[in-house]
């Protein structure tokens, strides 16, 4: 088991460009969270996905995110266009479908907006 | 507004005693509660949990208690390890939330050989 695997590792990008953080899940995981760490909020939801469908997206904090699931081993999370206050380390994790199940995270994204 | 939290930033530690790190939470909705210790430079990785339907729950050097009436849960490690030094992050699940999952801030924990 590999685990959840995410990339970038690591994201430069200068203020008002796109970027596209991908993750992806453990095999026959059937939930998939972003998370998004800071300073000052700590690990807040961004968005989570149960069988590829967008669930809950209320901790999207702007329309300049945006994020898919196109099948089940694969998501992205897109800013565009990107600001210095997206800084953060952006976390994915997966669960199976059994309620109580711990999500598993991945390594994450750590993400500089310049 | 934070429906939980971890009012303690930092816990320092000797190695040997015991580390209580606490969390409080404020959502009565809340029936699911999990320990999740996190590295540098690496994800949060699954530690304890504990179901509503008890107060206590034991994994080798981990404890976790649940006071459901006053909203408050905590971990206790014992004995401390220098390898425990971690954050560790409270977190929360509630009814029909599926595993989605309200964290802490988290509290950094210092063991001192």
């Known amino acids: 088991d590999a685990g959840v695997i995410q990339s970038p590792r690591h994201e430069v990008t200068e203020m008002g460009q796109e970027v596209t953080l991908r993750c992806k899940p453990i095999?026959?995981?059937?939930?998939l969270f972003w998370y998004r760490q800071t300073m000052m909020r700590g690990l807040e939801l961004l968005i989570y996905f149960n069988n590829n469908v967008p669930i809950d997206d209320s901790g999207m904090p702007e329309d300049r995110f945006s994020a898919k699931m196109p099948n089940a081993s694969f998501s992205t999370l897109k800013i565009q266009p990107s600001e210095p206050r997206d800084s953060a380390v952006y976390f994915c994790a997966s669960s199976p479908r059994k309620l109580e199940s711990p999500l598993h995270f991945g390594n994450g994204t750590r993400l500089t907006v310049t | 507004d934070q429906q939980v939290k971890q009012n303690s930033p930092s816990l320092s530690v000797q190695e040997g005693r015991i580390s209580i790190l606490n969390c409080d939470y404020t959502n009565s909705m809340f029936d699911y509660f999990l320990w999740y210790k996190k590295y540098p430079a690496e994800g949060p990785t699954f530690l304890i949990s504990i179901s509503s339907i008890k107060d206590k729950n034991e994994d080798g050097r981990f404890t976790v208690f649940l006071n459901k009436s006053a909203k408050h849960l905590s971990l206790h490690i014992v004995p401390s390890q220098p390898g425990d030094s971690a954050v560790y992050f409270c977190?929360?699940?509630?009814?029909?939330?599926?595993?989605?999952?309200?964290f802490g801030g988290g509290t950094r924990l210092m063991v001192k050989p």
């Open positions: 977190a929360a699940s509630g009814i029909n939330a599926g595993n989605m999952l309200t």
């Open positions: 095999s026959g995981h059937n939930s």
